[in-house]
Every structure is written in structure tokens, then in C-alpha cells.
């Protein structure tokens, strides 16, 4: 086994178990759909986590370029995907007992939400950078105006309760992260 696919390990783990949470909550509404009322935003947040975390594990193998890989590299992977976990984790607690239903919870963690969002792309712009300057320049300005909206997106998410403004950002969101993500890894996956 290389060094690389060594470190992936850990990290798919993680991943594996976020998705995994993910698809546990989706499937506890489809078994139990009358048990707590379900809030499309919330839902649309689920598929955008679902399809970041598969964008991420397929972002990663750019990381297989790396021939030094030290101690606090490897940390600092692992941390990304314990962000992403914690994010999943977010989105389907254990129960609801304290909350009226999906909507209710999800606008009432916004902040722990979004300000893990927020970490997720100050932490991309260092993991761009371990891949090497000749990939972190091959993004161009696409990439930092990708950064710039969702540092947007999450300040908004932080400060807002409104129903309306939270729907405009989960449908942003997801529509912008998806384009991009094919725009950039349709032409060079």
C-alpha cells in the first residue's frame, strides 16, 4: 500500500460514516413520514452534503501527487473530513423532542451549521494549496469567487431566520456547487 492510500483510509472512513448518517436520517423519514414534519430546505442541505462529500473524496485524489507527506498534512486531512462528518451530523440528530419538526431545528442550529460551512472553505483554500501551485493556479479566479459565495452564503445563513432567505440560499448553494463542480471535474476527471 502507498503512503496515499494509506492516509485516504482514515479519511474515507469518516466520509463513509457521514454519508452514512445522511442516508440513515433520509431513510428514517421515508419508514416514519408522519413522525416529525420535514422541511424541504433542510432536505435540499441533505442532498448538498451528500454530493460534497462524494465531491470531496473524489478531490482528494489529487492529494496522491504529494511525495512528502508530514505529520500535521495528514491532520489536517482528517480534520476536513471531520468537519465534513460534523456537518452531516448537523443535519439529522438523534431526536427532535426539543424542536417543532425539521424547520424548527435547522433554524435554530443555523449558526453551528453555517459556521461549519464557513470553516469547510477556509480549510479548502490550504487543502487547493497542498496540491501543489500548478493546481491551486489551474482553478483560476473560479475557484476564489466559489470560496467568496459560500463565505457569503454562510454569513447570511448565520444572521438570517427568514424562511424565504434560507431557501434562496440552499437553492444557490447546491445549484452553484454542482456547476462548478462538473464545470471543473466534467473536463479534467
Same mark, same amino acid.
Given at each position: 500500500?502507498?503512503?496515499?492510500?494509506?492516509?485516504?483510509?482514515?479519511?474515507?472512513?469518516?466520509?463513509?460514516?457521514?454519508?452514512?448518517?445522511?442516508?440513515?436520517?433520509?431513510?428514517?423519514?421515508?419508514?416514519?413520514?408522519?413522525?416529525?414534519?420535514?422541511?424541504?430546505?433542510?432536505?435540499?442541505?441533505?442532498?448538498?452534503?451528500?454530493?460534497?462529500?462524494?465531491?470531496?473524496?473524489?478531490?482528494?485524489?489529487?492529494?496522491?501527487?504529494?511525495?512528502?507527506?508530514?505529520?500535521?498534512?495528514?491532520?489536517?486531512?482528517?480534520?476536513?473530513?471531520?468537519?465534513?462528518? *460534523?456537518?452531516? !451530523?448537523?443535519? %439529522?440528530?438523534?431526536?427532535? +423532542?426539543?424542536?417543532?419538526?425539521?424547520? &424548527?431545528? =435547522?433554524? $435554530?442550529?443555523?449558526?453551528?451549521?453555517?459556521? *461549519?460551512?464557513? !470553516?469547510?472553505? %477556509?480549510?479548502?483554500?490550504? +487543502?487547493?494549496?497542498?496540491?501543489?501551485? &500548478?493546481? =491551486?493556479? $489551474?482553478?483560476?479566479?473560479?475557484?476564489?469567487? *466559489?470560496?467568496?459565495?459560500?463565505?457569503?452564503?454562510?454569513?447570511?445563513?448565520?444572521?438570517?431566520?427568514?424562511?424565504?432567505?434560507?431557501?434562496?440560499?440552499?437553492?444557490?448553494?447546491?445549484?452553484?456547487?454542482?456547476?462548478?463542480?462538473?464545470?471543473?471535474?466534467?473536463?479534467?476527471?
Amino acid at each position: 500500500m502507498e503512503l496515499f492510500e494509506y492516509i485516504s483510509v482514515l479519511t474515507s472512513i469518516i466520509i463513509g460514516l457521514g454519508m452514512a448518517h445522511l442516508l440513515r436520517g433520509v431513510a428514517g423519514l421515508v419508514q416514519h413520514p408522519g413522525r416529525e414534519k420535514i422541511y424541504w430546505v433542510h432536505l435540499v442541505w441533505v442532498g448538498y452534503m451528500f454530493f460534497n462529500m462524494v465531491f470531496f473524496w473524489w478531490w482528494e485524489f489529487a492529494l496522491a501527487e504529494i511525495e512528502v507527506w508530514l505529520f500535521q498534512d495528514y491532520l489536517f486531512i482528517v480534520f476536513y473530513a471531520v468537519i465534513l462528518y *460534523l456537518m452531516s !451530523a448537523m443535519l %439529522f440528530p438523534h431526536d427532535l +423532542d426539543d424542536y417543532d419538526g425539521y424547520k &424548527d431545528y =435547522f433554524l $435554530s442550529r443555523r449558526r453551528w451549521f453555517f459556521g *461549519l460551512l464557513a !470553516a469547510i472553505f %477556509f480549510v479548502d483554500i490550504y +487543502d487547493t494549496w497542498m496540491k501543489g501551485r &500548478d493546481h =491551486f493556479e $489551474s482553478l483560476g479566479t473560479d475557484y476564489f469567487l *466559489l470560496v467568496a459565495f459560500f463565505l457569503v452564503v454562510s454569513a447570511i445563513g448565520i444572521v438570517s431566520r427568514r424562511k424565504i432567505v434560507h431557501a434562496a440560499l440552499a437553492l444557490l448553494a447546491v445549484s452553484y456547487q454542482v456547476a462548478w463542480s462538473f464545470a471543473y471535474w466534467g473536463q479534467q476527471g
